[in-house]
């Protein structure tokens, strides 16, 4: 049987890393300055991530699809260094794929392949790959590990809630584990700026991605991230807050939208937040 996937010209790639948010089964990261192919198993071979590349460095190929083999998959990952073995067992391990994850390290044992601690990677000021799309959750970080600026939070004596790295929607996995059988607040950009108690309200024990309905592009990605949400993730609930001006109400339309398409009647809240901060509606849709 024959498939679609994508290929990557390592030579022609630049490492700007604009592909990456356009892969939404996150199957594509930035490592060692190039795009790369995390794991077939999640390509859809659609090539959302091709219009995307300044340099013409992807490609959809069509290829006789093998049955699935992480041993022969190992086998590609390891020469390409530690950092994308890690990637790869971190991708298995987001997306729940145990089974192939205890192949992957099983490998690695009997290969006597060593990760040993982990090198803080050089960059030069030349590279464009970008540290801030790297996906972090903080769920298990424990509280007296803040640092300084955090535990000393004055405001209400109330620390941070947020328990993920990256919160914009253009950025985000929606397979990412911290959104799996979760509860989620899409939030407008502006909303916790406007109200000083965001993160007790709306925050706390939730998964957060924000975006503007008025000034993001390519809102039609959004609407497909937060259908992936709610079909294949499996969120519990979204929490759509909005401030009271009229371009908010894009992000109520996108999520409705992501509910119909995953057909899947998930619980949506919307609340809506005054310009001096203050809830002023609050319901189910």
């Not at 190992?74 to 145990?98: F, S």
């Not at 000083?196 to 024990?205: E, S, V």
Request: glycine share 8%; hydrophobic share 35%.
């Amino acid at each position: 049987m024959k498939r679609k996937i994508i290929q990557i010209d390592e030579e022609k790639c630049n490492g700007c890393g604009i592909c990456i948010p356009n892969c939404h089964e996150g199957a594509m990261q930035l490592i060692d300055g190039k795009a790369r192919l995390i794991s077939d198993l999640f390509c859809d071979g659609l090539g959302a991530c091709i219009g995307h590349c300044p340099e013409g460095a992807i490609e959809i190929i069509e290829r006789e699809a093998e049955p699935y083999d992480e041993r022969k998959v190992m086998e590609i990952m390891v020469p390409k260094g530690r950092n994308t073995i890690l990637a790869h067992l971190e991708h298995l391990r987001d997306h729940n794929e145990t089974e192939f994850l205890q192949q992957a390290i099983d490998y690695l044992k009997e290969n006597n392949i060593m990760m040993g601690p982990e090198k803080k990677e050089q960059h030069s000021p030349g590279e464009c790959g970008c540290p801030g799309s790297m996906a972090r959750d903080f769920r298990d970080e424990k509280p007296g590990n803040e640092t300084p600026a955090i535990a000393a939070v004055e405001t209400q004596g109330a620390g941070s809630e947020l328990r993920q790295w990256p919160v914009q929607l253009h950025l985000l996995n929606p397979q990412a584990g911290y959104f799996k059988n979760a509860d989620v607040v899409l939030a407008a950009d502006c909303a916790a700026f406007a109200m000083g108690n965001f993160h007790a309200r709306f925050l706390k024990g939730k998964s957060l991605a924000i975006a503007c309905p008025k000034l993001d592009s390519n809102k039609e990605s959004y609407i497909q991230k937060l259908s992936s949400m709610i079909a294949d993730t499996k969120i519990n609930s979204l929490t759509v807050v909005m401030m009271e001006v009229p371009c908010c109400g894009g992000l109520l339309h996108m999520a409705q939208t992501a509910r119909t398409n995953a057909c899947r009647n998930i619980p949506i809240k919307q609340a809506i937040v005054s310009l001096q901060g203050e809830v002023i509606e609050e319901e189910w849709v």
